[in-house]
């Protein structure tokens, strides 16, 4: 299932090119596999408090009210040019707790001074280890909730989440046929690094996940990949 995202692209008076921030910010959500719903584009001054731009903020009440686990910019600069990086930074947390919502920069901000580019080095560390925890989290509710309705008494397997990320579905709402059509285009997956006298068979969830699963662990990180995982598979 990818994660739903929205994109807010803020330009001020005095810049003209608006359609190229949007442009590389529409292609990093392409490749992240984002689910782009809506686009929130503002003229603002950058130092103007995110939380009283009137776009930013009807942008925070669609996140709230339709489940938005993403908010996509160009780079840090299009949220908040304040007086000082912490500023910004502790602003930027501040609304992710709030609303739940991770938020994701298509370009790294141009950082000369050196102490503040080991801290941004940190947050991005944080910010990804937010995101995991969040999709994490929502795998777990969602498959609890399933089944409270009864419609999935055990723990998914690997054709599971393959089926789920390759119909980009709830695992509720997968079908028997597309479950046994995952599972026999895992099988060809999976058989191509199994059969190969070459490869370790230990190495071959690695070797998936750099390779043709990659977007698959990205949606599911906690999605089974050990050797045994693709052992019962194959049988």
């Known amino acids: 299932m990818r994660i739903k995202a929205v994109v807010y692209s803020r330009v001020s008076t005095e810049e003209q090119n608006p359609k190229a921030q949007l442009e590389v ?6 490749e992240r596999g984002y689910e782009v719903v809506k686009i929130f584009e503002e003229q603002i001054s950058g130092s103007t408090d995110p939380l009283e731009r009137p776009v930013f903020k009807e942008l925070l009440k669609f996140v709230k009210e339709n489940d938005i686990g993403a908010v996509i910019l160009y780079d840090l600069t299009r949220f908040y ?6 500023q910004a930074l502790n602003k930027l947390r501040q609304i992710m707790d709030e609303y739940e919502v991770f938020f994701d ?8 001074d050196p102490l503040f580019r080991e801290f941004w080095m940190f947050v991005k560390s944080w910010f990804a280890s937010y995101e995991r925890l969040q999709i994490s989290l929502r795998t777990k509710y969602g498959l609890m909730r399933l089944k409270r309705e009864g419609k999935l008494y055990h723990k998914p397997s690997i054709v599971h989440y393959y089926a789920a990320w390759l119909y980009d579905k709830d695992f ?4 028997k046929e597309e479950l046994e059509s995952a599972r026999k285009q895992l ?3 999976v058989k191509k690094y199994w059969d190969n006298p070459a490869v370790k068979k230990t190495k071959i969830g690695e070797l998936l996940k750099q390779n043709e ?10 999605a089974p ?3 045994f995982t693709w052992r019962r598979l194959l049988k």
């Not at 040019?81 to 912490?86: F, G, H, I, M, V």
Request: no cysteine.
């Open 187 to 189: 099988v060809k997956i």
């Open 81 to 86: 040019r304040a007086a000082s990086p912490t």
């Open 213 to 222: 699963l990659r977007e698959m662990y990205i949606r599911f990180p906690k």
């Open 25 to 30: 910010v529409l292609q990093y959500a392409q």
């Open 172 to 175: 509720s709402e997968l079908t």
């Open 225 to 227: 990949d050990s050797y």
């Open 105 to 112: 920069f298509a370009r790294e901000p141009e950082i000369e």
